[in-house]
């Protein structure tokens, strides 16, 4: 038995009752979290396999509940999926990250900032011009932003998503495949729309050192189709060797930086402007 995403119980057993009681108590917490400054943000660099460069960062939330402690994205997410709120969510990340960023990329400290945004928003129309709407508030450019989606949002109202996804792209926002090859869609659509990044899931870093192929695979496709490959979640120097000698472009990971409170990402930028 387990959860389903909109957090009902598939098969009730009286063990279950207390987690239950928390998803549903979590759920509604959940209504207040945002605007009680109960989420917060943290910021993982990208770097480049060619010159060592950092590229950007990618926005990821957290959420400090005051009596649960720290609830893990993978746990809340999923819940805020089920109630629709993770639309809310995902704004405000996006809003929130574009004030904090947008100084060090007025600088040329960063180039891309990287946002998540869940399948959920692909279920009707109003993003791109949501997202417009947070840039031309913000000021921050429309060309700096990569806007992260899954594999799913091209299983579920594929029509819809591709002409949100087209307008993103229009915009000049650029649009990456997270978690790539964990999905179980066929690639043509990667094909079709002039998506910018693919970011190579992790398990399939931790197994390229013995899999090279599946990496190798990818690179080929981004490379004619001119997209930015990303490996994500390299945690040795080995994983970094192995993708940078595939071909990927950049890496993230907790190798080059764990994600970051904003003012540790600016110590940990000015660190490796001083080495
Ligand atoms: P993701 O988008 O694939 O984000 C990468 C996750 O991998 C992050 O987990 C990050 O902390 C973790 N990670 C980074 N480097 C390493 C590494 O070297 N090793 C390992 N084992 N893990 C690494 P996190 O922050 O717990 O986020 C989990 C997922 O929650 C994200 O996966 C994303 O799908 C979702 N998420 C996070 N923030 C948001 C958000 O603002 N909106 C939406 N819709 N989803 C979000
Ligand atoms: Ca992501
Ligand atoms: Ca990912
Ligand atoms: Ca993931």
Redesign the pocket.
């Known amino acids: 038995a387990k959860a389903t995403n909109r957090g009902r119980m598939q098969v009730f057993e009286p063990w279950m009752l207390g987690r239950h009681t928390l998803l549903l108590s979590l759920q509604t917490d959940l209504q207040d979290a945002a605007r009680l400054e109960q989420l917060t943000l943290q910021y993982?660099p990208v770097v480049s396999l060619t010159d060592d460069t950092v590229r950007g960062v990618?926005?990821?939330?957290r959420w400090q509940h005051p009596e649960h402690g720290q609830i893990?994205?993978?746990e809340f997410?999923a819940l805020a999926e089920g109630t629709g709120m993770?639309r809310e969510?995902?704004l405000w990340?996006l809003r929130r990250s574009c004030r904090a960023m947008l100084p060090l990329v007025q600088a040329g400290r960063l180039a891309k900032l990287s946002?998540?945004?869940?399948p959920r928003h692909f279920d009707q129309p109003g993003l791109p011009e949501q997202i417009a709407a947070i840039l031309s508030e913000t000021g921050f450019p429309h060309h700096a932003l990569v806007v992260?989606i899954t594999e799913g949002v091209f299983m579920r109202r594929h029509r819809l998503a591709n002409v949100m996804l087209r307008e993103l792209l229009r915009q000049g926002v650029g649009v990456a495949v997270?978690?790539f090859g964990t999905g179980y869609s066929s690639l043509s659509y990667v094909q079709r729309l002039p998506l910018s990044d693919i970011k190579v899931d992790?398990s399939f870093v931790a197994a390229a050192a013995q899999y090279p192929g599946i990496i190798r695979s990818i690179v080929d496709l981004a490379l004619g189709l001119d997209m930015t490959v990303v490996a994500?979640?390299?945690?040795t120097p080995e994983q970094l060797e192995v993708v940078r000698a595939l071909g990927c472009d950049y890496a993230?990971?907790?190798?080059l930086s764990r994600?970051l409170l904003g003012p540790d990402l600016i110590a940990w930028l000015d660190a490796r402007d001083a080495a």
Not at 232 to 235: Q, Y
Not at 252 to 255: A, M, R
């Open positions: 993982q990618e926005a990821l939330v893990s994205p993978g997410i993770i969510i995902d990340v946002v998540n945004f869940s992260e997270d978690d992790r994500e979640g390299v945690e993230q990971g907790y190798l994600p």
